[in-house]
T-cell receptor, first 113, second 112 residues
Framework: GDSVTQTEGLVTLTEGLPVMLNCTYQ??????LFWYVQHLNEAPKLLLKSFTDNKRPEHQGFHATLHKSSSSFHLQKSSAQLSDSALYYCALSRDYGNEKITFGAGTKLTIKP | ETAVFQTPNYHVTQVGNEVSFNCKQT?????MYWYKQDSKKLLKIMFSYNNKQLIVNETVPRRFSPQSSDKAHLNLRIKSVEPEDSAVYLC???????????FGPGTRLLVL
């Protein structure tokens, strides 16, 4: 079956430093990849999703590149902000129109001053 | 305001009781979902409905049953709750064929 593996547990960074959260996946299909973000006591929200034409999605300073050769979709940001502290989920779906999304275990990112 | 709404926010009950959670979306979507987020923050899909029809049914205990009156509402009933049911239950919605899901704020269940 499909699976998603993320940077484990807790990542703590100092404000202003670059962010990289790892995400690798396994799927017998050619899936679409997503990053969802969940701030404390809020609902998860879509942050990024992969494109079919290999464009690099960007939002709120975050970007991720889908590398099919290495089955990866790492999340990056050049300079962390305090407001980036949240729980980040990498997820995949097999194709557009497939309603089942498989989520990774989540990575809690904490940004310190 | 267009969003996904869930009630109650928080519910405490005892083992063996029945509980019911409500979810409504005003986004005009035709597909709705229930997820369970456990204490380790693992997020797993339980059910998915499209226009009142069940389309995804993961392996969940039979005491869980979704109920849909129309495409904007998807409720979740748990008969005879058990301690391991303590979790946050998240409702989400999307268009069928689109894969951006919009989540509600969740219902936190504590089973004593």
């Amino acid at each position: 079956g499909d699976s998603v593996t993320q940077t484990e547990g807790l990542v703590t960074l100092t404000e202003g430093l670059p962010v990289m959260l790892n995400c690798t996946y396994q799927s017998t299909y050619s899936p679409f990849l997503f990053w969802y973000v969940q701030h404390l006591n809020e609902a998860p929200k879509l942050l990024l999703k992969s494109f079919t034409d290999n464009k690099r999605p960007e939002h709120q300073g975050f970007h991720a590149t889908l590398h099919k050769s290495s089955s990866s979709f790492h999340l990056q940001k050049s300079s962390a902000q305090l407001s980036d502290s949240a729980l980040y989920y990498c997820a995949l779906s097999r194709d557009y129109g497939n309603e089942k999304i498989t989520f990774g275990a989540g990575t809690k990112l904490t940004i310190k001053p | 305001e267009t969003a996904v709404f869930q009630t109650p926010n928080y519910h405490v009950t005892q083992v063996g009781n029945e509980v019911s959670f409500n979810c409504k979306q005003t986004l005009g979507h035709d597909t709705m979902y229930w997820y369970k987020q456990d204490s380790k923050k693992l997020l797993k899909i339980m059910f998915s409905y499209n226009n009142k029809q069940l389309i995804v049914n993961e392996t969940v205990p039979r005491r869980f049953s979704p109920q849909s009156s129309d495409k904007a509402h998807l409720n979740l009933r748990i008969k005879s709750v058990e301690p391991e049911d303590s979790a946050v239950y998240l409702c989400a919605s999307s268009y069928l064929g689109g894969n951006t899901q919009y989540f509600g704020p969740g219902t936190r269940l504590l089973v004593l």
